[in-house]
């Protein structure tokens, strides 16, 4: 089984962006952004755009940890 979390502030620090400016880039409200990176909701077409401003994988966007039953 595994536990899968966001990985988008590690991804904006490396490349040196803030919440706001992400929002500005996507057109996603920074509360949206927000609460991906909390791990609290997400809609699929800001994954979309958020990789894509990001220039990376959709898959980039999570890290994934495995966990024992």
């Known amino acids: 089984m595994f536990k899968v979390k966001p990985n988008l502030t590690p991804l904006l620090k490396k490349k040196g962006i803030i919440q706001t400016e992400l929002s500005e880039m996507t057109g996603i409200p920074q509360g949206s952004i927000s609460r991906f ?20 994988a959709i898959e980039d966007l999570f890290i994934t940890e495995e966990q024992e039953d």
């Open 37 to 56: 990176d909390k791990n609290s909701r997400h809609e699929a077409w800001h994954l979309f755009a958020i990789a894509k401003a990001l220039d990376v």
